[in-house]
């Protein structure tokens, strides 16, 4: 087999990062850096809890491949699974290097009327994970070993590039996707996660976003990056498939669904009443979501199916990503119900269904992170937290943030298709597509 120059270049890098993390000045002591407390203020019970949440987190990207492996034809089981596995190799690997240091760093930013807001983080402040030790931090995560935080955060990092992947199945090159998924960590994610989740942060601080476990951040970005994708790469040569694997979407839904209790409940970032509440908005929107889908299929003439009840609690997972801390489980029930019925909606539009989002990936966590954006907007409890509580100004800096994250993500994603494309043709040819990319990428085949 024929070795392709950039497969050299792609294990010089990791030879690279792998050696020259050893040169790198371990920093052991940070007590002195003033942002980091005692080690006696760790909480036993926040440090189980958060262990056991990144455990959960980490396995939804396996149960991502499922689902999507599921879903797609027999041909490129194998490429589309692993599409999704390899996030965890990858973005792992940046998060150490140069990720966690862009998204939580130092902020580095604008300033308005005398106040510094963040963008992103310097990038030297925490390289090679160097002062991310066993410390709390005092306002990102104050009772739990810091280097904890950092590793539940990089999950959340992981399986955003993952969820892109079902936009352009079945007709996506492997190694451009791996250099287009570290140029959207880098360039989209990090930036984005600063400016929600840092207490700098543009998006927080000054927008006051309130984006619980990652509405925004994660199933925004990813869905704006996908719908980019599909119009980059085009329509497949045969659009029409019939899934491989119904049982893998079932199993691949459960291990999401399973996992989404540590997204969630985890962001809080604490054992505590609002991960409970969290847990329990979280699963009866997706219960609400799941029974809305199937029976609005069948009111529109279209059968019950497995496949549909997997998408609607998936779309109620996602909706109620960004406020499942901050509302009820009475609101809950609303939000899983209004959300899976415009993603459905959307999903069967003509219109959307002439771009080749293969499995509708825009019109799931896309649509789904906007709807539970502007619902949070709506229903977030608390003193002028929302709309229905005196909050008009929170609703909208809200829709302001969604219109500047939708440009943001949309069109960043556009530009660094076009620089993958530039390096690396994204598309595989019509012989390999024909073939399938199980065999003509991986030399794999599903039996």
């Given at each position: 087999?024929?070795i392709?120059?950039?497969w050299?270049?792609s294990?010089s ?8 993390g050893l ?7 940070v007590s002195d ?9 760790i909480?036993?019970?926040?440090v189980?809890w ?13 149960g991502?491949?499922f689902f999507y492996?599921?879903?797609?034809g027999?041909?490129?089981v194998i490429s589309t699974?692993l599409?999704s596995?390899?996030a965890?190799?990858v973005i792992s690997i940046v ?5 966690f ?7 580095l930013?604008i ?5 510094h807001y ?9 390289r090679?994970?160097n002062?991310v030790g ?6 990102m995560a104050p009772?739990i ?5 950092a590793l ?8 955003t590039?993952?969820i892109?992947t079902?936009s352009f199945?079945?007709r996506?090159?492997?190694?451009s996707y ?12 990090t930036p984005l996660c600063h400016m929600?989740w840092?207490p700098?942060?543009?998006l ?12 925004t951040v994660v199933h925004?970005s990813?869905?704006?990056?996908a ?12 659009p ?8 893998y979407?079932?199993l691949?839904?459960g291990m999401?669904w399973?996992g989404?209790f540590g997204?969630?409940a985890?962001s809080a970032?604490?054992a505590?009443a609002?991960?409970a509440?969290?847990f ?6 997706s219960?609400s979501?799941m029974?809305?889908?199937i ?7 279209r ?8 998408i609607?609690?998936?779309?109620g ?7 499942c801390?901050?509302?009820?489980i009475q609101?809950?029930?609303?939000i899983g ?8 909606m ?5 219109r959307?269904?002439?771009?080749d989002?293969?499995l509708?990936?825009f019109?799931c966590?896309g649509v ?16 002028k937290?929302s709309?229905?509580?005196?909050g008009i100004d929170?609703?909208l ?5 969604l ?8 069109f960043g994603?556009?530009?660094?298709y076009k620089v993958t ?6 598309r595989v040819s019509?012989?390999s597509e024909?073939?399938?990319l199980?065999l003509s990428q991986h030399?794999e085949r599903?039996?």
């Open positions: 087999m024929k392709g120059f950039k050299i270049v294990f890098i990791i030879a690279l990062v792998a050696i020259g040169f790198w000045t371990p920093i052991t002591d850096h003033g942002v980091f407390l005692t080690e006696d203020k909480v036993g019970a926040d189980a958060i262990l056991a949440a990144a455990g959960l987190v980490l396995l939804m990207t396996p991502l491949s492996g599921g879903m797609v027999k041909k490129n699974m599409q596995f390899i965890l190799g998060w150490v290097v140069v990720g240091s862009l998204s939580f760093g130092e902020s930013g300033t308005i009327a005398g106040k963040g963008i992103i983080g310097n990038p030297l402040s925490f090679f994970f002062g066993s410390l709390p931090h005092k306002m009772t070993p810091f280097i904890l935080f539940f955060q990089m999950k959340f990092a992981v399986i590039p993952a892109i079902g199945a079945e996506v090159r492997f190694i791996l250099l287009f998924m570290v140029l959207f960590s880098i360039c989209i994610y929600v840092h700098d942060g543009l927080n601080k000054y927008f006051g976003v309130k984006d619980f476990a990652g509405g925004m990813a869905g704006f990056a719908l980019a994708g599909a119009l980059v790469l085009g329509k497949r040569k045969n029409h498939h019939e899934p491989s694997n119904i049982p979407v079932l691949g839904t999401l399973f989404w997204f969630n985890g970032l604490s505590s609002s991960a509440t969290a329990g908005t979280t699963t009866i929107a219960a979501a029974m809305t889908w029976f609005f299929d069948r009111i529109n003439g059968s019950v199916s497995a496949l549909g009840a997997c609607g609690a998936v779309v997972l996602v909706a109620i990503t960004p406020g801390g901050f509302v009820s609101e809950s029930l609303f119900f209004i959300s899976a019925i415009v993603s459905n959307l999903v069967n539009w003509r959307l269904k002439k771009i989002d293969t509708d990936v019109a966590h789904g992170g906007i709807m539970g954006m502007i619902l949070t907007a709506v229903f977030a409890h608390g003193e937290a709309l229905l509580h005196g929170v609703f800096h809200h829709l302001a943030a219109f500047l994250v939708s440009l943001f993500t949309f994603s556009l530009l660094l494309n530039m390096m690396i043709t994204l019509e012989e024909n073939m399938g199980d030399q599903f039996s």
